[in-house]
């Protein structure tokens, strides 16, 4: 019974950090797999994020779409973005010359990503298609 225990405890908290990234083994292949259009999930607003990396580096765009859900007015957001690899896995740092943030990438499939902040607080991402 001990021993059942002692697995029980050393496995749940392991699945609470473990990543799913069917894609993904270096931080390009991460960077490759983000670039695109994102969505929030569940959200009220309009807004897409276009992501677009160079390797392990790369930068985002902020669309405001209408009902139609053409793209409108884009913002470039002057915040440059890193991954980088770390014992709890693929992680991403949102800079302005200083880091702002550093997001861990908790799952990166070909249609769905979800951003974890430090403070534990998840952003869940769709993919939208390419027009």
């Known amino acids: ?71 409108n007015d884009s913002e470039a957001v002057n915040q440059k973005l890193e991954i980088f690899k770390t014992d709890l896995g693929f992680q991403i740092d949102w800079s302005d010359g200083k880091r702002l943030v550093t997001s861990r990438i908790k799952t990166l499939t070909s249609d769905d990503l979800i951003f974890v902040r430090g403070d534990g607080l998840e952003t869940v991402f769709m993919r939208l298609p390419e027009n």
């Open 1 to 71: 019974m001990h021993k059942f225990l002692f697995f029980i405890f050393a496995i749940i908290p392991f699945t609470l950090v473990s990543q799913n990234l069917i894609c993904c083994d270096s931080p390009q292949s991460v960077g490759k797999s983000l670039t695109g259009l994102w969505k929030v999930s569940d959200s009220e607003n309009n807004e897409i994020f276009k992501f677009q990396f160079d390797g392990e580096m790369g930068e985002f765009w902020i669309f405001q779409n209408d009902e139609s859900y053409e793209k």
